[in-house]
């Protein structure tokens, strides 16, 4: 829309008038077929109705002669903020300049958030001072809030809020150190590896694999500022191997770091669906869609919880602490009895609706019956399991009961041995 004319000094050429909102040109654009010349938003606003120019001509747009737009900034304007009191008549090519940046008498809105009030940039300073949104900051607890909302704040809320969330944050710094202590711990070596960017052989702490490349890991400091041209990395925390399981295109067992089981084989019961890290990425296979899977790491504590076993028919409780130190979320476990005489009704137990987090511990219990009828000391061994990965982890549990069949009382325990580095 154009400038209105009432605001010029002098006569003003028709040839500088839009011909369809009357008012002297703004941004001009002509019709190259019969060389009028239109404000551009108002030719724009005409052209959402009707793709023919207004003098019945075909409608074909360009940018107005140099000598039309020459003319117009040569004219003389007043500031459109004259009614508020700027008295500047200027060239109309320095109008923008001023009207939006320079002029003391332009209106702008409160910066302050919820305040909608617009005011003269002169008056700006005084509105600052006084407008309700503003921020103060409370001289006692050191709130900040909306000058609005001073008669509801109170320093007492604050600092219990602040209390809270100090608490909060004190909780999840201890896990992440407890974290850190699992993580950098004296067996957290991935022995024979090294760090393809900083060459630390070998590598301790959290090791970063490329999945893309056959044979490329990182320490933890370079990942934080990893260049690498791949940006698909799993974290593996400790050197660890999948027990039991051998890889099917070079022989590997067990397979040491990361394992890719083919999704199609296994539910077609194929066997030769087992992978290391290398033969993953060197080895063809008639598919490409695999799990990916780290060694499951955990430490196992028996809880100190005894109960008295009198007799066969009392009932006996396992418990333990389980401590997940991998990067992957444990779930669907079992344990099961590997070898001895466990002396209750099951060698087996699920714990299907429990998991465990990375770098999080839970406690598992067990309470079963004592079946074994014969008089003695028994021990028996437990490993941790998953259905789909058919691989024990964690450390042997040793277990030991002494059955009488007396009135005497006696004591069942258990007792966490590890048979290795899991």
Known sequence: MGYETERFIGTINDNLICSICQEVLEDPMECSECQTNFCSACISLWMTKSKICPNRCDLKLQRSHRFVRSELEKLQIYCINKDFGCEILLKLEFLKQHEDKDCNFRKISCTNEGCMEKFLVSEEENHKKSCIMRIIICPYCNAAFKFLNQQTHSCVSVLSDLIKELSEESENLDKDLRALHHTFTENSYHFGIKCNECQTFPISGARYICLSCPDYSLCWKCNNGRKHQHANMFQLNKDSFHEDVTCDGCGQNPITGLRYKCKICENFGNTK???????????????????????????VNALPYFKYAIKTGDEIIRSWSIYNEGSETLTGFFISCICGDCCTNSPYYEFQNIEIKPKESREIFIRDIITQGKEGLYRSEWRLETHDRISPFGPVLSYEVFVINHNESVWGSFVSSFSGSF
């Open 273 to 299: 669906s087992d992978f290391c890290h290398k033969c993953r990425l060197t080895k063809s296979h008639d598919h490409d869609d695999f799990y990916i899977w780290a060694p499951y790491m955990v430490t």
